[in-house]
């Protein structure tokens, strides 16, 4: 009777890409959103805030399309930045059935110091690779998302989280 052998591969789950990518996007969320904490913000936050500090007016349809989110999840966001000052939703006066949003002076000031954050926190998450390595994993899953989504340039996020 033949036995079935399995290979030595196929039995370390560390090594299957999906899990890389889902527990290196969580390492790199959890250093993003320890990061933001002190301005009040998370990861999430922090995409919304890449998406909006274009300066062009921008629907909140528009913010989640960007972010990969759905419209309820982007509203319980926005919600969220609304109440803490840093977005301001208007009727469109071209369709008054959208909101534009828009940074608040204060969601500008919040958007600068994120980046300065989100930076130093992605540099630690890249720390234990060479700078020559981390480019080339930027570039590769740029690569990856482009060719998944033809046409579409990636988001800032995840809803990547930052």
Known sequence: MATVSTPA??????DVLGYLLKHANQRLAALTDAALAPLGIDG???GALRVLAGGEPTSQLQVAQR???DRTTMVALLDALERKGIVARRPDPA????NIVELT???HETFARA??????AEGRFLAAIDPDA?????????????RAEPGTPPGPG???RG
């Open 134 to 146: 981390a480019a080339q994993l930027r570039r590769t899953l740029r690569a990856l998302v482009e």
């Open 105 to 107: 002076e204060q969601g």
């Open 158 to 160: 995840p809803a990547p």
């Open 44 to 46: 999430k936050d922090f």
């Open 115 to 120: 980046r300065v954050e989100h930076a130093g």
């Open 9 to 14: 591969a196929a039995a370390d789950p560390h």
């Open 95 to 98: 369709d008054r059935r959208r």
């Open 67 to 69: 972010l990969g989110v």
